[in-house]
Structure formats: C-alpha cells, structure tokens
C-alpha cells in the first residue's frame, strides 16, 4: 500500500532524515519507534505532505504522494492524528470530528456562505457520520462540550474520531498513547485493535511506549539519528543490539 524510498529531509544543516526506505502492506500495522530527534514525526510531515522531502519517493497504492497538494491526501484516504493534540479547543466535540468529515463534503465556498438547500443536507449528514462515531468512540456524552477543558484520554479518543471521520484506508497514529496512564493505554490499544478490524484500516504508528507498539505492529522500524537500523517482527527489533544500544536500552 505504502512503499518509502530514500526520503531524506534537511533543515539547514541537520539532517532530519537520511535515506529513509520501508513497504506498508495493506492491512498490517507498522510501528515506528527511535529516540526523541530521530526523525519519526518528520516522516509523518512528509507522507501528509506538510513537509517536502530533499530526496527520495513516496508511493502510495501506486501514486506519486509527494506530487499531492494535502487536502488532496486525505482525499486519497489517509488520515493522521498529532503529537500534540490538533483540535480546535472552542469548538464541540461534534464539530471537531465534523472538521475531518468535511474532507469528504461537495460543497463550494459560494454555496456554502449561501447556505443552499443541498449545503444544509449536506452537513445533516455529515453530522450523522460524526455522531455515529461519537457513539462508536464512547464520546455522545460529550459531544455538544468544547474540546477545551476535557480530560487528556477522552481528547486522544476525539482526534482518533476526527482522523476516522475520513474514512480513512491508512491511518497515522503519532504517540497516540504519550500521556496516558497505564489503564489508559490499555484501554486505548483494545480500541486501536477494534477499529483496526471494524474500519480495514492500515495503521503506522509512532510511539515510546513499547507495550502498545509491541502488543499492536506485525512489523517495527527503527530510526535513529534520521537513519533506519533495524525493522522486522517486534521480537527481533526488540533483540537487535543497534536498536538496544540506540533506543531501549539494558537492565542496570
């Protein structure tokens, strides 16, 4: 489905990304794990097309992603949530999920700012989607609550909405779990794997906890410095001793 080869981004004189190449097969889940600084969140910029690589290709189900413009990914069915929550804090819980259903919507600017008859059937069934994810995502009780002012976990689950609001095939998951205490993210992995089987989805995650990335890829990358030095089943990164030196580390 997603096929990265020698992507290598700089800014300035640091090399974000060097050289960067993995496959995604439909249906798998692949975990991208490494150091703080090691490049993981810049390789999401590039595959959302929120940064433009210096070198290398990126196809996705045959297609050249990097000559997309970003609305026109997501488009394509890739969704994406953030390190740091990207929720838009005074609007509600539904219109903050009804902003990713929007990718989907056929109206203009004109038609919208008339608000013509079909722009108004339009929205009503937008807003039936997102409520039937609110329901799905056990967030109806918060729906008509600004985003601002709710609990840490229950915001996770309301991006994971919005991103599941595109209907996504391939979705990006960046430290879904980075703040959550541990029953939290128990909770959120069994969530992850149902949706994952409910929704087909394709999932590539960037996490630090390594429970949930162990627990939930079929298949790990590893990245230090901006550089892969290791991928395969989670049982063989997690024995590599670049990856151990690099990353995990070893019993006092």
Known sequence: MLTVDGITVRFGGITALDGVAFAVEAGSAVGLIGPNGAGKTTLFNCLT????????????????????????????GIARTFQNLGLFPRLTVRENVMVG??????????????????????EARLRDQADELLRRLDLSDVADRPASGLPFGTLKRVELARALAVRP??????????????GEVDDFADLVRAIRQDFDLTLVVVE??????????????CLDFGRKIAEGPPEQVQRDPAVIEAYLGVAA
């Not at 109206?107 to 722009?119: E, K, N, T, W, Y």
């Open 101 to 122: 259903a929007h990718t989907r919507g056929r109206a203009g600017h004109l038609a919208a700012a008339l608000r013509l008859p079909r722009v108004r059937q339009e």
């Open 169 to 182: 095939r391939l979705l990006l998951l960046d430290e879904p779990v980075n703040g959550l205490s541990h």
């Open 49 to 76: 097309r929120r940064c433009t690589p210096d070198a290398g290709t990126v196809r996705y189900e045959g297609e050249d992603l990097l000559g997309l413009a970003p609305h026109a990914v997501a488009r394509r």
């Open 208 to 221: 630090h906890h390594m429970g949930f990335v162990m627990g939930l890829c079929d298949r790990v990358v």
